[in-house]
């Protein structure tokens, strides 16, 4: 099952934002790789945006992946993140065929404090029309506008701020999401 964090690392989210995001990747790394099912089948991958969007992990079994040390800095280009997701998608993620069983549909979380600098909304919103992904959006701080947010994600969820404890419980969460999908998939597998 692959797994895309997207997380805004522009300046904006400097300081204890970045940080937090950083520690809680570890904290996901880490209660990810304690459950046997996602063991079997969560690949995950990061990708970053400030001025330039960048795949900083691509798509990597749990058990070989290592967090990337995260630096804020730039604005906060969201379509360019939104234009390399589609093409890593499209290059990582096998699709079924009449001989291959393919991956599960990714999964993909944005992290995103909504002070977007770029052209996002194409990008965006063919993603999001060719249906490649859940997108789970979470808007972190005051500045997160909700109708952005539902137009980037499939499912929104705000936070008040991005504050260590605040991220970190969002992370929790994000946990708590994969694995709840990867026993509902091996459920389905085994019957």
């Not at 001989?99 to 999001?128: C, H, L, N, Y």
């Not at 997160?144 to 404890?165: E, H």
């Amino acid at each position: 099952m692959p797994v895309y964090l997207v997380l805004d690392c522009s300046a904006t989210m400097s300081g204890e934002a970045v940080s937090s995001m950083e520690t809680g990747v570890q904290a996901l790394l880490s209660d990810l790789s304690s459950d046997p099912m996602a063991l079997e089948s969560v690949w995950m991958s990061v990708i970053t945006f400030g001025d330039t969007a960048k795949q900083r992990v691509p798509l990597t079994d749990i058990t070989v992946f290592r967090a990337p040390r995260l630096e804020a800095s730039g604005q906060s280009a969201l379509g360019s993140a939104f234009r390399l997701l589609k093409q890593r998608v499209e290059k990582e993620v096998q699709k079924t065929t009449d001989s291959t069983k393919g991956d599960w549909k990714p999964m993909v979380f944005v992290i995103t404090d909504g002070i977007i600098t770029d052209d996002w909304q194409p990008a965006v919103d063919e993603f999001r029309r060719l249906g490649m992904a859940t997108v789970v959006a979470c808007g972190a701080g005051p500045h997160a506008d909700n109708q952005t947010l539902r137009r980037i994600g499939d499912k929104v969820v705000r936070l008040s701020n991005t504050q260590p404890g605040t991220l970190g419980a969002f992370l929790k969460w994000v946990t708590v999401s994969v694995t709840s999908s990867s026993r509902s998939l091996g459920a389905a597998v085994d019957a």
